[in-house]
């Protein structure tokens, strides 16, 4: 009898070393990437971005949705308001990201109206690891793949932020977190801004925590055709929300298209 090898902690390829496909029959045929059955590309989601300010936390996302090299949508809505404290931003597959969102958005409110007080911190940060460790399966396959962030307020009113991975670890941000393609680009300038910059974004007020987050968004446009930016010609911008101690602020278009353009860049001929 051959000696089987030892257990190195991968259990995907423990199963494929074990002859168990990774996906069952007749599922739609997946991979790193993101090719459903029929050369079908899965729709993605990109980009996100999160970081303590002066005013609390400020999320924002892209508007852009696409399939394999094709702009689905410019107008997707990734940052979600799941209760008055409570933000989620989505980078990944939209459709398992917004029924995610939908589960996550309804037991909050079953748990405040059985319980007659909101579910605490803890609990809401679990319950969103424990929907994507779920999505394993989908995961696996890679075209069901969510990686988020969460602004969420604590037990005291303070906003905080965590993000996740792909397999739902939850981490707490001490100042910034990014996901999506257009990430890299990003994270880059938030970590020179807090580590070189006389002005980091966490001592920025509202309307500068905004400013800046869209210029990270049109920056990692710059290097990532995922990512929509801010277009300028149809005038459609980032989402932009601020979870602060008295709740959520949703800045408006035309309130982003004045931080953003007046005395900063020329509009289009």
Request: hydrophobic letters at 40%; one cysteine or more; aromatic letters at 6%.
């Given at each position: 009898?051959?000696?089987?090898?030892?257990?190195?902690?991968?259990?995907?390829?423990?199963?494929?070393?074990?002859?168990?496909?990774?996906?069952?029959?007749?599922?739609?045929?997946?991979?790193?990437?993101?090719?459903?059955?029929?050369?079908?590309?899965?729709?993605?989601?990109?980009?996100?971005?999160?970081?303590?300010?002066?005013?609390?936390?400020?999320?924002?996302?892209?508007?852009?949705?696409?399939?394999?090299?094709?702009?689905?949508?410019?107008?997707?809505?990734?940052?979600?308001?799941?209760?008055?404290?409570?933000?989620?931003?989505?980078?990944?597959?939209?459709?398992?990201?917004?029924?995610?969102?939908?589960?996550?958005?309804?037991?909050?409110?079953?748990?405040?109206?059985?319980?007659?007080?909101?579910?605490?911190?803890?609990?809401?940060?679990?319950?969103?690891?424990?929907?994507?460790?779920?999505?394993?399966?989908?995961?696996?396959?890679?075209?069901?793949v969510v990686v988020p962030l969460l602004a969420i307020q604590d037990d005291r009113g303070?906003?905080?932020?965590?993000?996740?991975?792909?397999?739902?670890?939850?981490?707490?941000?001490?100042?910034?977190?990014?996901?999506?393609?257009?990430?890299?680009?990003?994270?880059?300038?938030?970590?020179?801004?807090?580590?070189?910059?006389?002005?980091?974004?966490?001592?920025?007020?509202?309307?500068?925590?905004?400013?800046?987050?869209?210029?990270?968004?049109?920056?990692?446009?710059?290097?990532?055709?995922?990512?929509?930016?801010?277009?300028?010609?149809?005038?459609?911008?980032?989402?932009?929300?601020?979870?602060?101690?008295?709740?959520?602020?949703?800045?408006?278009?035309?309130?982003?298209?004045?931080?953003?353009?007046?005395?900063?860049?020329?509009?289009?001929?």
């Amino acid at each position: 009898m051959s000696e089987q090898p030892a257990f190195d902690g991968d259990f995907p390829a423990l199963l494929q070393r074990r002859g168990h496909p990774l996906r069952p029959e007749g599922a739609l045929s997946g991979g790193s990437n993101g090719h459903l059955a029929g050369g079908l590309d899965a729709t993605r989601a990109t980009t996100v971005l999160g970081f303590h300010c002066a005013d609390g936390v400020l999320i924002a996302g892209d508007r852009r949705a696409t399939a394999g090299n094709t702009v689905i949508y410019d107008r997707a809505d990734k940052v979600i308001e799941l209760d008055e404290g409570t933000i989620l931003a989505i980078a990944g597959t939209p459709a398992t990201a917004f029924e995610m969102a939908r589960v996550l958005e309804h037991s909050f409110q079953y748990f405040r109206r059985s319980q007659l007080q909101p579910l605490s911190l803890e609990g809401k940060v679990r319950a969103l690891g424990q929907l994507l460790s779920k999505n394993l399966p989908m995961t696996l396959q890679g075209v069901g793949v969510v990686v988020p962030l969460l602004a969420i307020q604590d037990d005291r009113g303070e906003p905080q932020l965590y993000f996740y991975d792909a397999l739902g670890a939850q981490f707490q941000a001490a100042d910034f977190a990014v996901s999506g393609s257009g990430s890299p680009a990003a994270r880059s300038v938030l970590h020179y801004l807090n580590r070189w910059s006389p002005q980091p974004p966490a001592t920025r007020k509202r309307d500068e925590a905004a400013r800046l987050a869209l210029e990270l968004l049109d920056t990692a446009a710059e290097s990532d055709t995922a990512t929509g930016g801010v277009d300028r010609r149809s005038e459609i911008f980032p989402q932009v929300k601020l979870l602060g101690k008295d709740g959520i602020t949703d800045l408006t278009p035309a309130q982003l298209a004045k931080l953003f353009g007046e005395g900063h860049l020329p509009k289009p001929s």
